[in-house]
């Protein structure tokens, strides 16, 4: 038998698996638990490992798959909550079925930063996966945000803005001509961008130098 947090990470990974392809970060599941630490999501997921409920896919950052559902679901409990998170856990099937096309700005680095909205095209994407206001993609070129589920070759899906908070997924568009995909943080009178894999280091920018472009709302990923 799961304990309710146990539960409750479990359907939150089902959940994203299903409207993203993509397992949520540690620090989403951290959010959405409403823990204290990182901590407790590792104790979580090892517990669940531990009871065959999910694995961890092997030479894949922080990839998980979920074997099975709590049978406690079939009706000897009262339904969980679902855990916040920022992507709809459920959709309608009419919204399933609704396809948008949103412009498609070439390439971005999620490495070393490169030019950005080199030319421009569409890309159809499931309404399910966008939220409010006005979105667009790029295609993720470089392996810097592996380790936050985001792989050369993936679509980010972006949605327009100018501000961030710490600890947002951006675009951030440097000294007006290259632009790069970075967690985005504020580090006393500097602007750092962070990548998500151990073998890069953040980049440090004067607030003059970057402009933000945009939130990383969702991620669309071809087989």
């Known amino acids: 038998m799961l304990t309710r947090k146990q539960h409750d990470l479990l359907i939150f990974i089902h959940d994203r698996l299903a409207a993203t392809g993509v397992s949520p970060s540690f620090e989403e599941m951290k959010e959405a638990l409403d823990l204290k630490s990182k901590s407790g999501v590792h104790r979580l997921i090892s517990a669940l490992e531990e009871r065959n409920f999910i694995r961890r896919l092997p030479n894949r950052a922080r990839a998980l798959e979920v074997l099975r559902m709590p049978e406690t679901m079939a009706g000897k409990t009262a339904p969980t909550p679902a855990p916040k998170t920022k992507a709809p856990a459920t959709v309608p099937q009419a919204a399933n079925e609704n396809v948008l096309d949103i412009p498609l ?22 309404a399910a996966l966008l939220g409010p206001g006005e979105h667009y ?87």
């Open 105 to 126: 700005h070439g390439r971005i680095a999620a490495g070393l930063p490169i030019e950005a909205l080199e030319g421009q095209s569409s890309l159809s994407v499931p």
């Open 137 to 223: 993609a790029l295609e993720v070129s470089g392996d810097s945000m592996v380790e936050a589920g985001i792989l050369d070759g993936d679509y980010a899906l972006i949605r327009s803005t100018s501000t961030a908070r710490d600890g947002e997924i951006v675009v951030a568009l440097i000294a007006d001509h290259e632009a790069t995909l970075k967690y985005f943080r504020k580090e006393g009178a500097m602007i750092r961008l962070d990548p998500a894999n151990r073998a890069y280091d953040p980049q440090r920018y004067k607030p003059d130098q970057v402009r933000i472009q945009g939130k990383l709302a969702g991620l669309l990923r071809r087989y």
